[in-house]
């Protein structure tokens, strides 16, 4: 048992030889990624209503910012694994200006995911590279609702932050070019994230649906990524 032990281990080895088996390195992504934020948009919506004007809505968490930072092991010519960072980041805003005064409602939310990274190479040439690959990670949202307003000489405003945390999943599609010590790349993936409930950050009471409090808004990070990236081998 123990020979054909060694045997199958001398087998998964050979092609680790000619390859670049051994390296460790990071790859940087860059780019811009959009949501679905269905909850998101909805309260954007209620507290819009409760304007005692027509405001209007100037931002709906549009496509934005996207950054991750993996850090990899090329364990076979075909197989790396690793672990790594995401950032990302939407908002909306709500207004209403005249003469008399303003009313101003910004939702900004920000994404912090952390979790294990697989890519598998479909083709590789001398420079050329096509690979799929797929991440697995917690995601912690952080939403801040900022309202102010403003009537001649009076003025107020309030501040609330909320966290939720979720699990997420990634898969995606890269081509890369590499030139003698780095590479570079472009790469078009999808989130899903099976959303998480928001909470106060301070008193941790739910954010409460304002037309069903049976029900908690949540966090919905799902979409597409679109992002630049950059490849620099570390070699031990």
């Not at 909805?42 to 931002?59: A, D, M, N, R």
């Not at 900004?108 to 991440?135: I, M, P, V």
Request: with cysteine; glycine share 10%; net charge neutral.
């Amino acid at each position: 048992m123990k020979k054909y032990i060694l045997i199958l281990g001398l087998l998964l080895l050979l092609p680790v030889q000619n390859s670049l088996g051994q390296d460790i390195g990071f790859k940087l992504y860059l780019g811009a990624a959009s949501v679905r934020m269905d909850d998101m948009k909805y309260l954007q919506e209620h507290i819009l209503s409760t304007y005692p004007v027509e405001g209007k809505i100037t931002s709906s968490f549009p496509p934005f910012t996207s950054v991750s930072l993996i850090v990899f092991k090329q364990l076979y010519e075909q197989i790396r694994i690793g672990g790594g960072y995401s950032y990302s980041t939407t908002g909306g805003k709500s207004s209403y200006l005249d003469y008399s005064g303003s009313l101003f409602t910004e939702m900004s939310a920000t994404s912090h995911r952390l979790g294990a990274y697989l890519s598998y190479s479909l083709w590789g040439g001398e420079h050329l590279d096509l690979s799929l690959y797929g991440k697995a990670e917690a995601c912690m949202s952080d939403l801040s609702i900022h309202s102010s307003y403003s009537i001649q000489n009076y003025s107020n405003s309030v501040y609330n932050k909320y966290r939720a945390i979720s699990p997420a999943g990634t898969v995606g599609g890269e081509i890369s070019y590499r030139f003698k010590k780095f590479a570079l790349g472009l790469s078009a993936s999808y989130l899903v994230d099976l959303t998480g409930n928001l909470k106060e950050k301070d008193g941790g009471n739910s954010l409460l649906d304002p037309n069903d409090t049976e029900r908690t808004l949540s966090s919905d990070w799902t979409g597409w990524q679109i992002q630049l990236s950059a490849q620099i081998p570390l070699k031990f």
